[in-house]
């Protein structure tokens, strides 16, 4: 065992049929058509960022265009032919690097050869990689075969940069968008290894991994390895955040029930402990974005949803997160933190930009919105009681009075909760309290103009700066 040299996990866990590319599902699914009709393109162009598969998938594609005995539209992997194209070594599938061969020299050997049959395989194929980085005069060497190549002979270009490609190649090509992968499936493919590689790793360290990994799987295994060879088979959530200088979910989740109840204090103070920690805050924000936007997400689709990138135990505490808030707030607070994203990449005062917008999404988190005000007054006029007003106004504070139990009750924060609430903690726009409840009177029609010139509904308006009055007037 000692001895045995070690092969990098991504280079082990490479991959070799259609079936094991993880998150590639639109591109695998329309590949396996195009062998099973026998309608290949002339050429094929990959584009998406590092690591998600561009290689890989063109290797699998070739070997299932030459593979003697196929199982279905999937590569043996056993024969000849998918060995050599495995190891590279094939002839009739020849892989070009463009970044490090890009001139018009590197390019004419494959426009001699199309020319010549394939040695042992159906086709010749050539897979040329980084492709943007092939001058403009190689390809306009290689455009007169691209157009009209001989019946045997197809391409494969891969690249981390479409735009880069003249639009001329793209247009010869039939172009598929690799994405990046989801949180979850890198998970899952993280704990598959590590099952096979008997790594014992928490489940919130494979989390941790994937958000590092930012959606690229060689860098989620890459970093697995890493962690595995710094400490060993035993891989925690610590050591996983170390590496990236990621909060913990539980701490994320913590800080996302803070702002929803409108706990200033305990905002401050998290971002305290973040940056004393030397977390990378501009990760934080946009962590934190993808929190919101989840919430939305189950909001919208509930808890199941495919679009939701979560793992089991995230889902539970979005579920019961997203129970307790207003869906407008959600939109508003998830609007606030792409803006600061957007501003991070330019202040310099990070922390002080990331204190305001949160500072800020808790008060969009505790404030009624034009909605709820909306909902409220036609409420009001509907009952023709002008003096159920004061209800109306107290509906909003009256929510957000729930929802800090249920948000504190979701997340498990790590949160330091002792801080009392600072004095902003209160909605602003949120009108005060009710006073004592009036005894109840009997219903009185009251007019439109009755309405429209309360005082008190007026001066809810007029607090309200996005409101467009006349539009409620008319509603
Ligand atoms: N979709 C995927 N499913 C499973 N494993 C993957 C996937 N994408 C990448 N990997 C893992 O990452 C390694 C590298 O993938 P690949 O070479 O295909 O990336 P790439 O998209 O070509 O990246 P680059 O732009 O850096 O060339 C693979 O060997 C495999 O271990
Ligand atoms: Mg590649
Ligand atoms: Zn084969």
């Known amino acids: 065992m000692a001895e045995q040299q070690h092969i990098p996990l991504p280079l082990k866990y490479r991959p070799m049929t259609f079936d094991d590319v993880v998150g590639q599902e639109h591109v695998v699914r329309t590949l396996r058509h195009a062998i099973e009709a026998n309608r290949i393109a002339n050429a094929y162009l990959f584009i998406g960022p590092r690591g998600i598969g561009k290689t890989t998938t063109s290797r699998i594609f070739a070997k299932a265009l030459n593979c003697t005995s196929p199982n279905g539209v999937e590569p043996c992997g056993k024969c000849v032919n998918c060995e050599e194209i495995a190891a590279g070594r094939s002839l009739d599938v020849v892989e070009l690097d463009a970044a490090s061969h890009n001139k018009v ?54 690249t981390t940069e479409g735009d880069k490609v003249l639009a001329t190649i793209v247009s010869r090509c039939q172009r598929f968008d690799l994405r990046r992968i989801q949180t979850n499936d890198i998970v899952s493919r993280l704990r598959h290894v590590c099952e096979l590689e008997k790594i014992d790793a928490e489940d919130d360290a494979l989390l941790a991994i994937a958000r590092g990994a930012e959606g690229g799987m060689r860098d989620a295994l890459s970093s697995l390895d890493q962690l595995v060879s710094f400490k060993g088979e035993k891989v925690t959530e610590e050591d996983a955040l170390g590496v990236f200088g990621l909060v913990s979910r539980s701490a994320l989740e913590g800080l996302a029930g803070a702002i929803l109840r409108g706990d200033v204090g305990a905002i401050l103070s998290s971002i305290e402990a973040f940056d004393s920690a030397g977390k990378n805050m501009r990760r934080l924000t946009g962590e934190l974005l993808r929190h919101f936007r989840n919430l939305v997400v189950v909001q919208a689709l509930g808890p199941n949803a495919k679009s939701l990138e979560a793992t089991p135990d995230q889902i539970k505490v979005l579920a019961a997160q997203a129970q307790a808030v207003d869906p407008g707030r959600l939109f508003r607070i ?63 504070p009256t929510e957000v009075a729930v929802a800090p139990a249920a948000a504190s009750a979701a997340a498990p924060a790590k949160m330091p909760r002792e801080d009392p609430p600072a004095p902003a903690a209160t909605a602003p726009a949120a009108p005060a309290p009710a006073p004592a409840a009036p005894p109840p009177r009997p219903a009185k029609r009251v007019s439109r103009s009755d309405i429209l010139n309360d005082k008190k509904l007026n001066d809810v308006l007029a607090s309200l700066p996005g409101a467009v009055v006349s539009d409620i007037r008319e509603a």
């Open 105 to 158: 020299e590197d390019v004419r050997p494959i426009i001699e050869s199309v020319q010549f049959k394939p040695v042992s395989s159906k086709f010749k194929i050539f897979i040329i990689d980084e492709c943007h980085m092939l001058s403009t005069a190689a390809w306009n060497a290689l455009l007169k075969t691209l157009e009209e190549p001989p019946p045997h002979v197809r391409f494969i270009f891969a």
């Open 334 to 396: 998830c609007d606030q933190l792409a803006d600061a994203e957007d501003k991070l990449r330019y202040v310099l005062s990070v922390r002080t930009l990331i204190e305001m917008t949160l500072i800020r999404a808790s008060r969009i988190a505790t404030t009624a919105t034009v909605e709820e005000l909306m909902k409220a007054v036609r409420e009001l006029k509907a009952t023709g009681d002008v003096g159920s007003l004061r209800s109306a106004r107290s509906a909003a």
